[in-house]
């Protein structure tokens, strides 16, 4: 069994763990005008919760790539995610935040550097991975912040104990060009979608806010394609994916929960295509400059 699997089995575990650590952690307070960032997955998983933050009435989230942070404008938070809490960008950004604006880092390696970079960190040692493709890691990372929003995170571990086990559909498997579309806080996680199967897979993979599939990125679709909607299908978008020959697939569950299966998927794509998802090509577990 590939490393990478084990771990993605593990989540249901891990996310209760990092949800009974939300009420003590130094989370967000409500109100505060917050920036997200990190890189790769982190700056996925930043983007699904600022998003989901702001539209559950805690106050205005933006998310950024850390490379990207515009320095300039006025937060009362900058919140740093890291897995490895070594990669270049994220370091950089907060010391140069260092006492400009208060930071609190997210981290799954308590011995990295990322401990030291933040006025306040979160360290989830039990989600950290050997794996250089991150699934356990995001996804807790997400469940601790949504456990700080009040949203409902023993629900979903419980009905994660299942999907974690998805049975990756043989039609699925068989296309050769994916796109994840997500809405509202499920854009972010349609593009971490997108990476998996990009990173564990090589495959070509793109990621869109639904709507936007309309404007564009449908002239790509047709037989060898597959559409996988993370979270809301909007009216009639269903059809229009399906009238290029491309598969729709969908589950009526929280997205995060979709998101699993998408990872189930990477792997399993991977090991079709006889690769190794727990050696991705020219990637490494973090990207230090
Ligand atoms: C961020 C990251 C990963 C990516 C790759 C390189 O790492 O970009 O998302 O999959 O392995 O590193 P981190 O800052 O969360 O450790």
């Not at 419980?158 to 559909?169: G, M, S």
């Amino acid at each position: 069994t590939p490393l990478v699997s084990e771990e993605i089995a593990s989540q249901p575990h891990a996310w209760r763990q990092a949800a009974a650590l939300a009420a003590s952690a130094p989370l967000p307070a409500r109100g505060l005008r917050v920036a997200v960032v990190g890189c790769g997955t982190s700056w996925f998983v930043a983007q699904a919760y600022a998003v989901r933050r702001e539209s559950l009435g805690h106050g205005v989230t933006d998310a950024f790539a850390a490379s990207e942070f515009p320095v300039e404008r006025d937060y009362d938070l900058v919140v740093a995610i890291s897995r490895s809490g070594t990669t270049t960008e994220v370091l950089d950004l907060l010391g140069t935040l260092r006492g400009r604006v208060r930071t609190l880092a997210v981290i799954g390696d308590p011995e990295s550097p990322g401990r030291g970079a933040a006025d306040d960190v979160v360290v989830l040692p039990f989600a950290d991975e050997r794996s250089v493709v991150q699934t356990r890691f995001a996804t807790s990372a997400l469940t601790l912040l949504r456990a700080g929003l009040g949203d409902d995170t023993e629900s979903l571990a419980a009905a994660a104990d299942e999907v974690v086990h998805w049975p990756v559909p043989e039609a699925l498997l068989e296309r050769t060009q994916f796109t994840f579309l997500g809405r509202g806080w499920s854009v972010g996680l349609a593009h971490e979608a997108a990476l998996k199967a990009r990173e564990a897979a090589i495959a070509w993979t793109e990621s869109y806010p639904a709507m936007d599939y309309r404007h564009g990125p449908k002239a790509i679709s047709d037989s060898d394609s597959a559409v996988v909607f993370l979270g809301e299908r909007p009216d009639g978008l269903v059809a229009e994916v399906e009238a290029t020959g491309a598969l729709a697939l969908w589950f009526d569950e929280d997205p995060q929960l979709t998101l699993v299966r998408c990872q189930r998927f990477a792997v399993e794509y991977a090991l079709s295509k006889g690769l190794d998802p727990d050696r991705p090509r020219n990637l490494t577990r973090s990207i230090v400059l």
